[in-house]
């Protein structure tokens, strides 16, 4: 029997529900239960907080990326080994992209509406006060597909405070249940950067941090509430598909490290499950790719700020071209992408040279915004495919490509909607790379 599941929206970004659903995470853990938990969208950082707390990995479920078959085993697998499935939502709850005609697709509704998972709307109450009533009511009646059934306040200055929400919500909205309040505590809050928040992997004390928050949890919040909302997720289930991306190679070195933490649970699981063996290493450690290996991915992250060690890693950058010089398959990402480059500029100015198997200098001194999902298809064969294979993802970054090219572009690209985005990265015999994070294979590919 699926194991039952709860998905943690909000109205907004910022409201607090990655924290909340930590917590919870590794309260329900510290109970015994084995807590599988996920994160609606694409999104690598969340989902590395979430794995922490629960004590096993967490994958990401996105109803826009990913095909329906995808989507339907990922769900089946998270439910299939667990106590509690707690999914963290994006954004708000009908946040989504403007796709197919309309403006939430992909949204943490969509996924709660196809999986029937009821929701637990996390609702930040700072400076709020009767209001709050016509905001539940608002987000529990938007959607009819759509099961909020209870609501967390955030941040609420006093008990007071969390009385007068408490009593705004029951009279504008009784069929939600009120589950308590989280008070105001800035050590809960987590530090960020320019993608997002700053790495688990990088709070040397995070352990620490959850297991007082989650000590403490049950003192404001019903927990035995919360938990019996909890459903099995509804059968969705779709012929199983292919893998996301095929394997580039049956041997694969893969970066991994805080410089190239952004690689997808479900397509690293998904290669094991071809048959690929996965050979991690890391380049701020100057390893070098292995040797037999006859793929290497290098995944997306924080190159930018570990440029001048990456320049240095001479181990590393001369293992690097070899694998490309003995035919292996070298595909990056994002920031594995930069790495292939030949230079990588750093937000203070100076110049670090990367492989230089791949003809693109960024740069982050005058950094821009590049975020949104992407339809991709292959320009020419490779490790990825054939010509013409299609596939979803997405992109966020802030480099600025200063030169790109001369050379072959790896992908033609639009936006959700379908705008033409033009040829995106660059391919040279069999190493390619761009700036997309691939999540799955279009449908019918």
């Not at 007071?160 to 919500?169: I, Q």
């Amino acid at each position: 029997m699926s194991a039952p599941g709860l998905v943690l929206a909000a109205p907004a970004s910022g409201s607090g529900k990655t924290v909340l659903t930590m917590v919870l995470a590794r309260h329900f853990a510290r109970q015994g239960l084995r807590v599988a938990p996920a994160k609606v969208g694409p999104d690598y950082i969340d989902p590395a907080f979430l794995s922490r707390a629960a004590g096993r990995p967490a994958v990401n479920l996105d109803p826009w990326a990913m095909r329906p078959g995808t989507l339907a085993a990922l769900v089946a697998a998270l439910g299939a080994d667990a106590d509690l499935v707690l999914v963290e939502g994006v954004m708000g709850l009908f946040d989504g992209a403007a796709a197919d005609g309309r403006l939430d697709a992909g949204s943490t509704a969509d996924l709660a509406a196809i999986t029937g998972w009821p929701v637990v709307l996390v609702v930040d109450a700072t400076g709020m006060a009767a209001s709050v009533g016509a905001l539940v009511a608002g987000f529990a009646r938007h959607r009819p597909d759509v099961t909020i059934a209870g609501v967390v306040f955030n941040r609420t200055g006093s008990a007071a405070h969390r009385d007068l929400l408490a009593t705004a919500v029951a009279a504008a909205c009784p069929e939600v249940e009120l589950l308590g309040d989280v008070p105001r505590d800035a050590t809960l809050g987590l530090p960020s950067r320019h993608l997002g928040l700053v790495q688990a992997a990088e709070h040397v004390d995070l352990d620490a941090r959850l297991d007082a928050a989650a000590a403490r949890l049950g003192e404001t919040l019903d927990l035995a509430a919360l938990r019996a909302l909890a459903r099995p997720a509804r059968d969705f289930s779709a012929p199983n598909p292919a893998p996301p991306v095929a394997p580039p190679g049956q041997r694969i070195a893969l970066a991994s490290d805080i410089a190239f933490a952004f690689a997808y649970t479900a397509l690293i699981d998904a290669w094991r499950r071809d048959g690929a063996e996965i050979i991690p290493f890391s380049p701020l450690a100057d390893e070098a790719p292995d040797a037999k290996a006859d793929a290497v991915f290098l995944p997306g992250g924080y190159p930018e700020l570990h440029a001048g060690r990456l320049a240095a890693a001479g181990g590393f950058l001369a293992g690097l071209r070899g694998s490309a010089a003995r035919g292996a398959a070298v595909y990056g990402e994002c920031g594995g992408y930069m790495v292939l480059g030949r230079f990588l500029i750093d937000a203070e100015g100076n110049r670090h040279a990367m492989a230089g198997l791949l003809a693109l200098e960024a740069s982050f001194a005058a950094r821009r915004l590049s975020l949104g999902y992407r339809r991709a298809r292959l320009t020419v064969d490779g490790p990825l495919g054939r010509a013409g294979v299609a596939f979803r993802g997405h992109e966020f970054h802030y480099a600025t490509v200063t030169a790109e090219g001369p050379g072959t572009a790896l992908f033609v690209v639009a936006d959700a909607a379908g705008h033409q985005r033009g040829a995106a990265g660059l391919v040279a015999g069999r190493v390619a790379g761009s700036f997309l994070h691939l999540v799955d294979r279009a449908a019918g590919e």
